[in-house]
């Protein structure tokens, strides 16, 4: 059984670590604007499986940092945690939905719709490319 709960921005920073950025310390992982974000976290019964983090600005909605521990990858958590983001976004009103995809991860939101922006960009040596899916 699963839930998905919103937390302080503080229980998210520790799977993004492990799992986007293993090799930078907890500080490097923390976002600008994580304060004024909505962070999600996935619980598989009591064990925290999957985070994302919701900024929302008008009418669009850009999620960002999706991570799942990498023992749970494949089993579900993150489509679970994505179809949730886009029916908060619903709920919310928003008009799009948003991301920095790696580009290694772009099938995974191309099954939720998603396309392919043109906007690409490299960051610590990850390629990117925008995601956007209208709703």
Not at 72 to 83: A, D, I, R, T, W
Request: proline residues 2%; contains cysteine; hydrophobic residues 40%.
């Amino acid at each position: 059984m699963h839930s998905i709960e919103q937390v302080p921005d503080h229980v998210v920073w520790p799977i993004r670590q492990q799992v986007m950025y293993p090799d930078f310390d907890i500080e490097q992982v923390k976002l600008q604007d994580d304060a004024s974000g909505i962070h999600l976290a996935l619980f598989d019964k009591n064990t925290l499986v999957s985070v994302a983090s919701l900024f929302k600005t008008d009418n669009d909605l850009q999620f960002r940092k999706l991570a799942t521990l990498n023992e749970f990858q494949g089993k579900g958590y993150g489509s679970k945690l994505l179809q949730y983001i886009i029916e908060f976004a619903q709920s919310e009103g928003c008009e799009k939905i948003w991301c920095n995809s790696r580009v290694s991860a772009t099938s995974f939101y191309k099954k939720f719709s998603f396309t392919e922006t043109s906007n690409r960009f490299t960051k610590n040596q990850i390629e990117f490319v925008v995601m956007e899916l209208t709703l």
